[in-house]
């Protein structure tokens, strides 16, 4: 089973507002990632989580704080966002964060900020 | 830091014919290169890869090529069906360092099959 699961599928939210993605895996992954996707645009790396700890921040604003309360799951807490962080936030999860591994990918969950 | 080009980033192809992505990246010491399918709405989708001992990989209509000393690698999709219809990218993994390693995608291809 790759299957890597994200709540909601849809989140629309004002400037404002706290809210929370939730990401989950059942696949014994060790390493999560959050990635950020605009319109006709690769996906970019926000976050890296290796055996439940923060490997990789890629400069992401402090408006965006992620969470990793165990190896099945992921968070990522919204907070005081811009219209311009409307997107569809991904995440994904490999075996490992340390080596070649495949990546496989969540949904997503649309984010729209108002 | 990996830069990756891809080219084309449109490409449209008769139902039948065969479709050729290219990909070129920058770090000689990158040695994992994905290829991901997106259609419109959802998630990049994993349709093969390959690692850097290894020159050549298929998997039914779909293949791909790797060309270390050049620093390039290719997806072959061939007699393309218009459900082959999606956005492709092309990625590279490379070491970020503390132990590390991250995708870097390239800007994808936008790939539509005429019936």
């Known amino acids: 089973d790759t299957e890597v699961t994200q709540t909601p599928k849809h989140l629309v939210m004002g400037m404002t507002n706290k809210k929370s993605l939730k990401c989950e895996q059942h696949m014994g992954h060790r390493a999560m990632y959050w990635y950020k996707q605009k319109a006709k645009k690769p996906p970019e790396l926000m976050f890296v989580?290796?055996?439940?700890?923060?490997?990789i921040n890629e400069s992401v604003p402090s408006r965006f704080s992620p969470e990793c309360p165990n190896s099945s799951l992921l968070n990522l807490h919204l907070h005081a966002l811009q219209p311009e962080d409307s997107a569809l936030y991904l995440c994904?999860?490999?075996?490992?964060?340390?080596?070649?591994?495949?990546?496989?990918f969540g949904p997503g969950t649309r984010l729209t900020v108002t | 830091g990996e830069n990756v080009e891809q080219h084309p980033s449109t490409l449209s192809v008769q139902e039948g014919d065969s479709a050729v992505i290219k990909c070129t990246y920058s770090d000689s010491a990158s040695n994992y290169f994905p290829w991901y399918k997106q259609e419109l709405g959802k998630r990049p989708q994993l349709i093969i890869d390959?690692?850097?001992?290894?020159g050549e990989k298929k998997d039914q209509r779909i293949a791909v090529t790797l060309n270390k000393t050049a620093k390039h690698f290719s997806l072959h999709i061939t007699e393309t069906q218009p459900e082959d219809s999606a956005v492709y990218f092309c990625a590279v993994l490379g070491y970020s360092g503390a132990g590390s390693y991250q995708l870097t995608f390239g800007k994808g291809t936008k790939l539509s099959v005429i019936p």
């Open positions: 994904a999860s490999s075996q490992e964060g340390t080596g070649i591994y495949e990546q496989y």
């Open positions: 390959i690692r850097s001992n290894v």
């Open positions: 989580y290796s055996y439940e700890k923060l490997s």
